[in-house]
């Protein structure tokens, strides 16, 4: 059996890191194998990968909503949508297109993306899996925090550092979580943008 590369991200790192400490903080065992380790590691990353993914709507919410819907939901005002620092700057086009090839009215924003990632899918050599993998591991990685900091305020509530240390804990893996996602949805647009022109250039000539 061999590991993908988002198998190690997101199961074994995370979960050996987490099953390693509650093995030391609340069972005091001193002496654990290695093979212990990454045996128990990777059953509770995997756990942990499979409660992000449970959790992914409230993570969701927390940052806006779905990134893939803010991108192809144009403002008046700038010629941008996304955040400040990941822009996407044709979201009119790619409705256009997505619109016609999925047809869908452009409101459906679900829709919409679902068939551009059917289409990015497809590609060979882009970096459309790299990105999902990232944008994954960064969600299991803020589930783990939001988990671990409700575990360690009802132990050390009446620490107050460790308010201070959550709260940037917090934060941090929130706004990693926030960007991998706009990241993410970005490449998703791009790779179908970019696989859409060349078929029209193919078309023309």
């Known amino acids: 059996m061999s590991f993908k590369y988002y198998d190690l991200l997101s199961n074994l790192t995370v979960g050996v890191v987490v099953f390693y400490a509650v093995l030391k903080l609340y069972f005091c065992v001193e002496d654990i194998s290695e093979l212990v380790i990454l045996a128990g590691g ?3 990353g995997y756990f942990l990968n499979a409660i992000s993914g449970f ?4 993570l969701q919410w927390t940052i806006g909503g ?3 819907d803010h991108l192809l939901s144009p403002i008046r005002e700038i010629d941008w949508t996304g955040i400040k620092k990941v822009k996407f700057y044709y979201a009119d086009e790619a409705i256009e297109l997505l619109t016609i090839d999925a047809k869908a009215d452009s409101s459906d924003k679900g829709k919409l993306f679902d068939y551009a990632k059917h289409r990015a899918i497809l590609c060979k050599d882009c970096r459309v899996p790299d990105f999902n993998n990232h944008y994954s591991l960064s969600r299991v ?3 783990t925090v939001i988990l671990g900091v409700v575990v ?11 308010w201070l240390i959550s709260a940037v804990a917090l934060f941090l893996a929130w706004n990693r979580f926030r960007e991998r996602g706009y990241y993410y949805a970005r490449e998703v647009l791009n790779e179908y943008l970019k696989s859409k022109r060349i078929a029209i250039s193919h078309d023309k000539n």
Do not use: H, R
């Open 141 to 143: 990685i803020f589930a």
């Open 152 to 162: 360690a305020e009802i132990e050390y509530y009446d620490v107050w550092y460790s």
């Open 66 to 68: 779905k990134p893939s």
């Open 55 to 58: 959790m992914e709507p409230f």
């Open 42 to 44: 990777y059953v509770t």
